[in-house]
Every structure is written in C-alpha cells, then in structure tokens.
C-alpha cells in the first residue's frame, strides 16, 4: 500500500525503504586491541597459499591499517570501490612481496575476513521488529552498502535471521561504485523496481548517505547516529546536505512514515 504524504501542497507517496548496512541495520565498533585479536585470522588465510607477512603483528596491523587508509582516501576521492583482489593487491598488501595469482584466490576471503574481525558488528535491537512493521504496510525493502566483500552483506544479513525482508542487497564492491555516488543509489532502485520520488533512505552519515541519497533524488533522507558517524561526516562542510529526519531508532521510522501516511509535513511530530 502507498503511503502519501504532502509536501508544499503536492501529493506524493512512500512506496520503498533502503537502508545502509553498518551502522543503520547493525551497530559496529572497533578498536586497535580487537584488531590485533583478529589479525591471526588474516594471516592464518594468507599463510594457506605460503603467504608469510614478515614483522611482529603490531608491525603488520600499522602497514594494512595505513594502506587500507590510502585506499579509502583514493575511493572516496574517485567514487570508484575496487574489485577485492585489487584491494589486497594495489593497496593492502603492497609493501610485501606476494604471488599476485594467490593473493587473487584469496582475496574475497580476505575481505570478509577483514570486515567481519575488523569490525564488531551486532545488529539493532529494533532492527528486526522494524523491518517487519515496514513490510506489513507494505514498503519494498532493500540495502545499499559500502563493502570491500562481495559476500559479507549478504552471510550477515542471514546470520541476523532478516534477509528474507529485502528485495534487493546492492554492494559497492558488486556495483563498482561507492556511495555518495548517485550511481549506486539509481542501481537500488532499479533492482528493486521504484522511483527516487518514492523512497526513502535510511543511513548512519551525512557524507554517504543524506547527501548521496538526496543527490539521487530521493524524496526521504532518515539520519540514524553510531559509532561510525562522527569520523565519517569529519570533513563534512556544516550545510552540506540535511536529514528530513534524525531519530534515535530504528523503529521510529515506521512512526514517522505513519504520520506521513496521515498527511503531516517532512519533519513534523507524528
């Protein structure tokens, strides 16, 4: 069912709901100690090929940290979001000596290893609750995410039990494009059949999200805070862009797009 709301007199609807992944959908923190715990799984992969990084694991963590900082310099700069081998291989990995064919077969494992031991993930407590309150009112749900895996998004979702609530899961690592490119945001809504006028998107940063979301024409932009937003939005000039909405939970978009139902105005209390 088409939810409607009004804006400066015209007459729209809300038929579909995309969100982020890290940070909207799953709380995610991280810490030097945490990643040092997990720096063994990375090598432990690495070292099935013959792979053996030299240097101490405080050593080998600085040098990946640094590279992998280049990188997201380098991608969010260009908008481009590199294939994983290319990652591993250009970036990563590239102050060590490696056999490129091996470093390829391993790299999206390496990926995934990477972003799910160098992040602590742990999805909302609401998350699930919400989602299906927004499939009963019959929103169409997607995600659209920045990722160095190609399988991450995709295992996390189903491990949290909710995959089932989405019709379309868009990867930047899959798109080649990251957000805030409208690129990306244009491809959600192909896969999952609407127009920008009619979604609403739902994300943790200025940076990525609202500006990215309302720069593909998105009719809604929800702003939810984590542990992420700060550093990303760092460089953000004050003005940028908005959020029609912030809330503090995820189940308080299904309220506010209630009220929008009702006919209030972006950015009045339901």
């Not at 992040?119 to 997607?142: N, P, S």
């Not at 990306?184 to 006028?197: H, M, N, P």
């Amino acid at each position: 069912m088409p939810k409607k709301m009004m804006r400066q007199g015209v007459s729209m609807t809300i038929d579909t709901v995309l969100f982020d992944m890290g940070g909207t959908i799953e709380e995610v923190h991280f810490d030097r100690n945490q990643r040092l715990r997990s720096l063994p799984l990375l090598l432990g992969i690495l070292a099935e090929e013959g792979i053996v990084l030299p240097g101490g694991d405080g050593s080998i963590l600085d040098t990946l940290l640094a590279r992998n900082a280049e990188y997201k310099v380098w991608s969010e700069k260009t908008g481009v979001e590199s294939p994983p081998a290319s990652i591993w291989l250009d970036w990563n990995l590239r102050d060590y000596d490696t056999d490129p064919e091996k470093v390829t077969r391993l790299a999206e494992r390496l990926s995934y290893a990477w972003e799910t031991g160098f992040f602590v993930r742990r999805m909302r407590k609401d998350a699930a609750e919400t989602l299906e309150g927004l499939r009963k009112r019959g929103y169409k749900l997607g995600v659209i995410s920045n990722t160095s895996s190609r399988t991450q998004v995709f295992r996390t979702l189903a491990e949290y039990g909710i995959e089932k609530y989405f019709s379309c899961v868009v990867l930047s690592s899959m798109e080649g494009i990251r957000k805030p490119e409208p690129a990306i945001f244009e491809a959600a809504l192909r896969a999952v059949g609407s127009e920008a006028g009619t979604t609403a998107y739902v994300g943790d940063t200025i940076s990525r999200d609202v500006i990215g979301s309302k720069r593909a024409g998105y009719a809604l932009a929800f702003l939810i805070r984590s542990f992420l937003t700060s550093g990303s939005d760092a460089t953000v000039v004050p003005g940028a862009a908005e959020p029609d909405y912030v809330v503090d939970n995820l189940s308080r978009i299904v309220t506010v797009l209630d009220g929008i139902r009702a006919g209030m105005e972006p950015g009045m209390e339901p």
